[in-house]
């Protein structure tokens, strides 16, 4: 349905259904904050082709100017927070 929303497992729950089925987990989403406490990597994707593909902490340090504009999306917390 247009502009529904999938009701999201919490992070654990997640993590543990990927653990359990033994297989990865591709998530798409456009939230930062979403995605930094899902993913173990983060895929940055441009004009279909996939260009980044880091840990949460590498993307966090990333020199890419798309990278650094969906980290400035949203509001995302490290450990150091």
Do not use: C, Q, W, Y
Not at 16 to 37: C, N, P, Q
Not at 66 to 77: D, P, Y
Request: aromatic share 8%.
């Amino acid at each position: 349905l247009a502009g529904s929303r999938i009701p999201m497992l919490p992070e654990r729950e997640f993590r543990s259904l990927a653990e359990r089925l033994g297989k990865t987990i591709v998530f798409v989403t456009h939230d930062v904050a979403e995605a930094f406490a899902l993913a173990r990597r983060i895929g940055l994707f441009r004009d279909g082709r996939l260009v980044e593909l880091e840990t949460p902490d590498a993307f966090r340090r990333s020199s890419d100017p798309e990278a650094r504009a969906f980290l400035r999306a949203g509001v995302v917390l490290t450990n150091d927070d």
